[in-house]
T-cell receptor
Framework: SQTIHQWPATLVQPVGSPLSLECTVE??????LYWYRQAAGRGLQLLFY??????ISSEVPQNLSASRPQDRQFILSSKKLLLSDSGFYLC??????????FGPGTRLTVT | KQEVTQIPAALSVPEGENLVLNCSFT??????LQWFRQDPGKGLTSLLL?????REQTSGRLNASLDKSSGRSTLYIAASQPGDSATYLC???????????FGAGTRLTVKP
């Protein structure tokens, strides 16, 4: 069966510090991968998606970036965090445009 | 631009009641619609996926319907239980596009 992991589960970082969140998927090959952000009181916002290694599409201009160094690994990064980057970050995968499955999320607080 | 709306934003019912959650979307050119459940501080759990060619899907006590032409979907929960308390989100995917759009969710509380 397929599983999706995210770490860390929670993170508290000061403004201006770098960020690296990791997502890995097991039990499937060549999945579509997604990064979402869920801010308090707001819906999910798609940040990035990837249909293959090294292929990243950005949905929202921001100071975040994403990379896919391996087939089942998706990384969300920032060189300098802003207060507005606080939120709940969710990684998801799907086979092509089929059903999406989400990871447990990372709670990021920028102080 | 696709807009997804969920009404009501919050709902509280006594245990045992049947209930309906609503989802509406502005662009009927969708590929599929997915209902999720989210517990506080957790990720999303997929409940049901309806393809654009389908009218409904059922899983246990859950039944989701889709009326693409009117831009509506409903999630019916039969015989609600306290364990059903969570936020329910719907999301629509457009054709040949990965830009899935989510509603803000309905926060359901089932009181014992």
């Amino acid at each position: 069966s397929q599983t999706i992991h995210q770490w860390p589960a929670t993170l508290v970082q000061p403004v201006g510090s770098p960020l690296s969140l990791e997502c890995t998927v097991e039990g499937t090959s060549n999945p579509n991968l997604y990064w979402y952000r869920q801010a308090a009181g707001r819906g999910l916002q798609l940040l990035f998606y990837s249909v293959g290694i090294g292929q990243i599409s950005s949905e929202v201009p921001q100071n975040l970036s994403a990379s896919r160094p391996q087939d089942r690994q998706f990384i969300l990064s920032s060189k300098k965090l802003l207060l507005s980057d606080s939120g709940f970050y969710l990684c998801a995968w799907s086979v092509k445009v089929d059903e999406q499955y989400f990871g447990p999320g990372t709670r990021l607080t920028v102080t | 631009k696709q807009e997804v709306t969920q009404i009501p934003a919050a709902l509280s019912v006594p245990e045992g009641e049947n209930l309906v959650l609503n989802c509406s979307f502005t662009d009927s050119a969708i590929y599929n619609l997915q209902w999720f459940r989210q517990d506080p501080g957790k990720g999303l759990t997929s409940l049901l996926l309806i393809q654009s060619s389908q009218r409904e899907q059922t899983s246990g006590r859950l039944n989701a319907s889709l009326d693409k032409s009117s831009g509506r979907s409903t999630l019916y929960i039969a015989a609600s239980q306290p364990g059903d308390s969570a936020t329910y989100l719907c999301a629509v995917r457009p054709w040949h596009n990965n830009d899935m759009r989510f509603g803000a969710g309905t926060r359901l509380t089932v009181k014992p």
